[in-house]
Antibody, heavy 118, light 107 residues
Framework: EGHLVESGGGLVQPGGSLRLSCAAS????????MNWVRQAPGKGLEWVSYISSSGSNIYYADSVKGRFTISRDNAKNSLYLQMNSLRAEDTAIYYCARRPTAAPFDYWGQGTLVTVSS | DIQMTQSPSTLSASVGDRVTITCRAS??????LAWYQQKPGKAPKLLIQKASSLESGVPSRFSGSGSGTEFTLTVSSLQPDDFATYYC?????????FGQGTKVEIK
C-alpha cells in the first residue's frame, strides 16, 4: 500500500522561499503521476501543480504559476515543490497526492503546514 | 478552466437520513468525476471515481451518479462516521478542480 510523507513546511516571511518534499514508499513511484494540493485554514481544497511520471509534463494553477516549481527524483522516490515569492494567501496545508493514469488522487500524504507571515 | 460548483455548502442531517449532494461542472467532463470525504485534521479520502465507481472498502450506502455536467453523491442512511466534509473533483483536464465542499453536520 502506498505511503506519502510531506516535509519542509514552516513559518516564512512574505517574499520568502520554501521547498517542500514528499517521500513515497510502498509503490513504484516512477510509474505514477503526482500532484500538490493545498488547503488554506478553514477553506476547501485547491489543486496546485501536476507532474507526469517521467517529469516531462508539468502544469500549475494560475495562482502559483511563475512562483512555484514542481519536480521529482524517481531514483529517490521523492516529489518536490519549490515555492518562491511567497504571499500571505499561500498559507495552507500542502498535500502531495498520487494519481494513477486516468484516475483521481488515490493516496494522499498527511500534509505539511506553510505559514506566510511577518 | 473548468469550474465545479457544489450544493449545498452545509447540510444538517440526522443518523439514518438519506442525503444527497450535487456537483455541477461548467462544461462537460463526461464521467471524470471523483468524490472525497475529509474529516478534521485528516487528508481527503477517495470514495468514488468515474462518477459512480465505489472505491474498495467504501460502504455501499455511498453511491454516485451523473455524467456530463451534473453529478450527485448520495448516502442512503447516514451513519455517525459519515459526518464530514465532501468534495467533488473533476479530472477531465489537467487543472484538477475541486468543488468548494459540502459539510455534513449533525442536526
Amino acid at each position: 500500500e502506498g505511503h506519502l510523507v510531506e516535509s519542509g513546511g514552516g513559518l516564512v516571511q512574505p517574499g520568502g522561499s520554501l521547498r517542500l518534499s514528499c517521500a513515497a514508499s510502498g509503490f513504484t513511484f516512477g510509474s505514477y503521476e503526482m500532484n500538490w494540493v493545498r488547503q488554506a485554514p478553514g477553506k476547501g481544497l485547491e489543486w496546485v501543480s501536476y507532474i507526469s511520471s517521467s517529469g516531462s509534463n508539468i502544469y500549475y494553477a494560475d495562482s502559483v504559476k511563475g512562483r512555484f516549481t514542481i519536480s521529482r527524483d524517481n531514483a529517490k522516490n521523492s516529489l518536490y515543490l519549490q515555492m518562491n515569492s511567497l504571499r500571505a494567501e499561500d498559507t495552507a496545508i500542502y498535500y502531495c497526492a498520487r494519481r494513477p493514469t486516468a484516475a483521481p488522487f488515490d493516496y494522499w500524504g498527511q500534509g505539511t503546514l506553510v505559514t506566510v507571515s511577518s | 478552466d473548468i469550474q465545479m460548483t457544489q450544493s449545498p455548502s452545509t447540510l444538517s442531517a440526522s443518523v439514518g437520513d438519506r442525503v444527497t449532494i450535487t456537483c455541477r461542472a461548467s462544461q462537460s467532463i463526461s464521467s471524470w468525476l471523483a468524490w472525497y470525504q475529509q474529516k478534521p485534521g485528516k487528508a481527503p479520502k477517495l470514495l468514488i471515481q468515474k462518477a459512480s465507481s465505489l472505491e474498495s472498502g467504501v460502504p455501499s450506502r455511498f453511491s454516485g451518479s451523473g455524467s456530463g455536467t451534473e453529478f450527485t453523491l448520495t448516502v442512503s442512511s447516514l451513519q455517525p462516521d459519515d459526518f464530514a466534509t465532501y468534495y467533488c473533483q473533476q479530472y477531465n483536464s489537467f487543472s484538477r478542480t475541486f468543488g468548494q465542499g459540502t459539510k455534513v453536520e449533525i442536526k
